[in-house]
């Protein structure tokens, strides 16, 4: 563990600190819990009435004042999942998977062997590269976009998964590297030793006494890469058209309907984040460290 | 860039006179040390570093895909173009005052909310996961929703709670707001707050909560007022935080392409330098001048990225220390 999360017997303090307060401070602190619950509604409000909105009829979920009330139908995502616009989302979800997932599995084979080289048996001038893989994750992506067209066009990979696969590993390569560096220097040196001293070979090592230790930070780093390259709108809007479209492109193109479409709009976007919110929330303890890129904890 | 892979040289400090079998072995063990990374660096410096050099010519060319006869070297034309256009000067202000915008609201909104989340009550961990939430929306996602379920001129939730309450109080004459069209920028920037002061807040919560309480707990013995903790033992160990905090964020937001993309379109004075070069590009296929904006992006980047890097690498030595 880093030193910034050592503080010394918190658990400690922390309990004795509870334990004196004054009945004064106790109304105070009602008072800001109170407050923390408005602030914490206010926050998912517009995510609640996207799903209210997304339960409703068309004509129910397009009135002023709102209708609360109104029955609840699955109208909308039945419309979002086939008859409405005439073109289904499946291919796009699924493309939107499958760059996910194998960009996911690619990072993660790169970077597992680039952190270990960065910290358990660590290469002269580690801190550098690992500062070089920082600094490439904060060059914005707009200013690559061209030359990265320009090649595919040349090399017939417009409109093909393929591409965006390399570009989203690229994208996350650093963050699953500074990742999993910080994950690796967490495990204790002496059990290292100890193995080699039993005679235990490197993969034997790697797979019996390293992975179990890291494994919760392989699960997180795999998840954050997979919230990013579901995310991504930029490189997925001009490198593909109809036959790699992605999720968030298919959603852009989402409103072009005439009439009311309100209900679908919300059904759509709730759909599509779901993989998000269900992958965020596994991972919500390492959340910080992924996207503080490691830098705390 | 430069990459910092050693080449040669023992990483033991060279022995003078050793003899050529250790110096052999020494150097393979080297190499067995830097193999797992090079597939990782090699893949990056190809696919992140080369397209960058490629925009880096590319800017100093005169190159149009309409006009593909008049391809050649430009000087320094499209920065002149770019510099002096008065839409892409618009873009660079905007970009400016989205990202700053943002990334102060938001830091400012996610400090209030750490520090109320720092302490204990009843669901604390429930707040705290639907404070969360709206980082977990899709960004596209979030942006048709604000879009068209909340700032909708007609049947938008901001205009039907106006109409509600109007009503409670016997009005049948609320005030409807046109939204995006009365405030584009700000529009987009809210919809950007909402999403940015969660991570802000994750950020800061994790730096109150490495806070040494033993010493804060002998301040308050001592007799500090709790305003006297926060002004002098709470926000200097915070600060090393907020930059870290702003600084990514606004690495990241003054990226923001969503947003600006789907809410306006890049219309009503709020197309971003990336809008801008995507428009400049994907349109209007102006290589040249693209690249010449992108490069201007890069070095605007640079800077925050330095300041970035500084308050990575310290926290850094912290924790290795």
């Not at chain 2, 209030?112 to 669901?123: S, W």
Request: with cysteine; hydrophobic share 50%.
């Amino acid at each position: 563990m880093s030193s910034i999360t050592q503080t010394g017997p918190i658990p400690a303090t922390r309990a004795a600190a509870g334990a004196p307060r004054r009945p004064r401070r106790n109304r105070g602190g009602f008072v800001l819990g109170v407050t923390a619950w408005v602030v914490g509604l206010l926050f998912v409000l517009p995510i609640l009435w996207m799903l209210l909105t997304s339960l409703h009829s068309e004509t129910s979920a397009a009135t002023n004042p709102p209708s609360l009330g109104a029955a609840l139908t699955l109208q909308g995502y039945r419309e979002f999942f086939g008859s409405a616009t005439g073109t289904s989302p499946w291919p796009s979800l699924l493309n939107s998977i499958t760059a996910s997932v194998l960009s996911t599995i690619l990072v993660l084979l790169l970077a597992i062997p680039a952190a270990y080289a960065l910290s358990i048996r660590p290469v002269r001038k580690w801190t550098d590269v690992l500062f070089f893989f920082l600094s490439t994750k904060m060059l914005p992506v707009v200013a690559g976009l061209l030359p990265i067209y320009l090649f595919a066009q040349r090399a017939r990979l417009l409109d093909n998964i393929v591409l965006l696969i390399v570009l989203y590993t690229a994208m996350n390569l650093p963050i699953a590297v500074w990742m999993m560096r910080s994950f690796l220097v967490e495990v204790p040196k002496e059990i290292l030793e100890a193995a080699s001293m039993d005679g235990a070979g490197l993969t034997r090592t790697l797979r019996s006494v390293v992975a179990p230790i890291v494994s919760p930070g392989i699960a997180a780093t795999a998840l954050i890469c997979f919230i990013f390259s579901w995310n991504e709108l930029l490189f997925a809007r001009v490198l593909t058209s109809t036959a790699a479209q992605t999720a968030p492109v298919f959603l852009t193109g989402f409103v072009t309907s005439q009439g009311l479409f309100l209900a679908k709009v919300c059904a759509a976007a709730i759909v599509v984040s779901l993989p998000v919110l269900i992958a965020g929330f596994a991972a919500q303890d390492k959340l910080v460290q992924g996207l503080s890129l490691g830098a705390v904890k | 860039m430069s990459v910092a892979v050693d080449t040669g040289q023992s990483s033991h400090g060279a022995v003078a006179g050793a003899s050529p079998q250790t110096d052999r072995r020494r150097r393979s063990e080297q190499w067995s040390r830097r193999g797992p990374l090079l597939p990782a660096l090699i893949f990056t410096i190809v696919v992140t570093q080369l397209p960058f050099v490629v925009t880096l010519v590319t800017s100093f060319m005169n190159w149009n895909a309409y006009y593909p006869k008049e391809r050649g070297f430009a000087g320094v034309t499209n920065f002149r173009r770019v510099l002096t256009n008065v839409s892409t000067r618009h873009a660079i202000l905007t970009t400016i005052v989205l990202t700053a915008t943002v990334v102060l609201v938001s830091l400012l909104l996610g400090m209030g909310i750490a520090l109320l989340l720092d302490r204990k009550f009843f669901g604390r961990g429930a707040v705290r996961t639907m404070l969360i939430a709206p980082f977990l929306v899709v960004p596209v996602a979030a942006a048709l929703l604000w879009k068209h379920a909340l700032y909708n001129p007609q049947y938008g939730l901001f205009n039907g709670l106006l109409t509600s309450v109007w009503r409670l109080f016997g009005s049948n004459n609320p005030p409807q707001v046109d939204w995006i069209t009365s405030q584009p920028l700000i529009a987009i920037e809210a919809s950007l707050v909402w999403q940015w002061t969660p991570f802000m807040m994750l950020i800061l919560l994790a730096g109150l909560q490495s806070r040494p309480l033993d010493i804060i707990e002998a301040a308050r013995l001592d007799g500090a007022s709790s305003w006297q903790v926060f002004r002098y033992m709470t926000f200097p160990h915070l600060r090393q935080y907020l930059e870290l905090a702003g600084l990514l964020g606004s690495i990241y937001v003054v990226q923001n392409f969503d947003a600006v993309f789907t809410i306006t379109s890049g219309g009503l004075g709020t197309a971003n330098l990336p809008y801008t070069i995507y428009q400049t590009f994907y349109n209007a296929h102006d290589y040249g001048r693209a690249s010449a904006a992108g490069v201007v992006v890069v070095i605007g980047t640079i800077l925050i990225a330095t300041f970035a890097l500084r308050t990575v690498s310290t926290l850094f030595r912290e924790e290795s220390r």
